[in-house]
Every structure is written in C-alpha cells, then in structure tokens.
C-alpha cells in the first residue's frame, strides 16, 4: 500500500532523528510504498504531511511521541485516511491508551502492517474538538486532541517538562512537577458541562479523552475512544504535602474517590477564566494537547465520535 510518513526531526531535543529512517525502513520491508513529509520543524511537518493526502495515500504512519499523534490527528480527522502510530516520544500516553508498543519500531510497524492486511483492526475512534464557546474556529493546528487538555498545574507541568533537556523520557514530566510544588496558588475557572455550570478555583483541570498524562500517569481511569464522551477532572486547592501524594495516586488510577478530586463525564465543556471576589486567584495558564501548547481560554471542548481512524492489533 502507499504510506504516509511524517515525523518531526526537532522532536525531543534532536534525540529521535533517527526514528524515521528506521520506521522508513522497518515498512519498506514489509512491502509498503512510501512518500515522507519531509520537514525541519512541526508546522512545516504538519504542512507536509496536509500535502500527502492529494496522492492518494491509504494511511498516514506518524513517528514520535503524543506530539506527533497531535499533528497527524489533525491532518487525517474526519477523512477516510486511517493513522498509524510509531511510539519514539518521551510520553507516549496515547501509544499506551491503545496498548501500543514504545521504542519499539519493528513491533509498532508489524502492528500497522498487520492491519492494512485485515489481520488486525482499524478502529473508528473519539478525538476532542477545540472550538472558541461561540463555535469560532481556532487556528488550524490546534482544531483536534487525541489525548488530554490541560489547563492548570498540569499545563504549567507540561510547559516545564518541555523546556527540559534532561532527564530524558518519562522522568522529565515527574522533574517538572517539584518546581511548580513550590510556588503552589489556585486558577479561577467558570466550567459549563452537561451537567451544569460552576465556578470557582481549581489547582488542575483537564479534559481527557484517553486514559494517561505525562508518561504513564493514569489521570482518567474510565476515559474511552468509542463512548462520544470526554472525562473531565478538576482538583480542589490542596496543600503540597497532600498534591504530592495525589501524584502518587493518580500513577495507578486511584485518586477519583480523594475528597479534593472531582470527576464527571460530558460530551462537552466550556472552560473560561473566572475571578469573582477571589482576587488571589491566578488566570488561568495557556492550554495544552496532547504535550503541545493549544490556546488560551475561553474554549468549548466537544468529544466528536469516531472522528479518526486508528491502526491497532486485532482485538484480545
């Protein structure tokens, strides 16, 4: 079949050049006839990758991390162009979302072959559409998430973790978490869901799509690709101590019954910012998808049903 390869040489500090020469060769070898989005950075990735859909490629192959995943979503949402996915990234939550192999080129391309063959599954899944609240459009690179949307210490984490050279891997998420510790204050939020609307502060919010943030953390234990609804957290303020076993916790899914913690379940969110009387409440951050910035608020998030299709093992 004729692939697509896009992949962002800028990726990871320059750590994964690399990954697109093995993934190039690891499909070749396997039959498959490939054009590469050929780029320097990520938007002329993004770009590049756009231009391959007008030749008639059957999939889309992304190489990196969820930053990666970010970038083919939107360029293959609500197409027939199906997405596959070589985990090399730091994260690699969504990889791990469908049980997909990390750092493993040969297992992820066997996994993408075996599925263009019938052999495994591609399945319809749910992204996360990004609107203004007046369904205004945002800019183009920003219109679809995979993952998570964060917009509290979250964001500010993921903004940090990025901006790191080392540690390398899943460790620079957790190194980010100790410096945001120590300047610890509340955001203002006014949210509308399904379910109502409420206002006031919040140390983290986030809108999850799949179940992992930040390398393995399990922020949204009941997040699923197939149900049109998006999970929605947000932490009460807490003090340090308690925000740093919370951590613990949520690294094996077990924070949704903590008393600070509250869960819901909606097909969509406006999240905007909100100070009222409470003028030590800080603005909340710049958001972030899937590890890349997004926008600043007021936003509508929506789940949008079986918007891309994914190449996955034959189901278990």
Request: glycine share 12%; charged share 20%.
């Amino acid at each position: 079949m004729k692939l697509g390869l896009v992949s962002n040489p800028a990726s990871g500090h320059g750590r994964h050049r690399s990954a697109e020469d093995l993934a190039r060769g690891a499909l070749v070898r396997r039959g498959h006839d490939l054009l590469v989005a050929t780029s320097t950075c990520y938007d002329t990735s993004r770009q590049a990758a756009t231009d391959l859909l007008g030749e008639g490629i059957d999939a889309l192959v992304v190489v990196g991390g969820d930053g990666m995943v970010h970038l083919g979503l939107d360029v293959v949402a609500q197409t027939d162009v199906p997405m596959g996915i070589i985990a090399t990234g730091t994260g690699n939550d969504v990889a791990r979302h469908f049980g997909l192999p990390a750092r493993d080129v040969e297992a992820a391309a066997d996994i993408i072959d075996a599925a263009l063959r019938g052999q495994g599954r591609i399945e319809a899944c749910d992204a996360i559409h990004v609107t203004r609240p007046d369904g205004t459009r945002v800019p183009d690179e920003h219109e679809w998430c995979m993952a998570t949307v964060g917009i509290g210490i979250d964001a500010q984490i993921n903004a940090r973790a990025n901006a790191l050279v080392w540690p390398h891997g899943e460790g620079r998420y957790l190194a980010a978490v100790l410096p945001e510790l120590a300047i610890l204050r509340p955001f203002g939020y006014r949210v509308t869901t399904d379910s109502g609307t409420w206002a006031g502060p919040a140390l983290v919010l986030a809108v999850a799509n799949t179940r992992y943030i930040g390398g393995g953390m399990e922020l949204a234990p009941t997040a699923d690709t197939s149900d049109g609804l998006l999970d929605v957290l947000h932490l009460d303020p807490v003090g340090r101590l308690s925000l740093g076993r919370l951590v613990r916790r949520i690294f094996v899914g077990k924070h949704l019954d903590h008393p600070a913690v509250h869960h819901e379940r909606t097909r969509a969110i406006v999240i905007e910012p909100w100070a009222g009387d409470a003028h030590w409440l800080r603005r909340p951050p710049l958001a972030f998808a899937d590890g890349e910035p997004l926008e600043h608020l007021p936003l509508r998030l929506r789940a949008a049903p079986g918007a891309v299709r994914v190449l996955l093992p034959a189901a278990q």
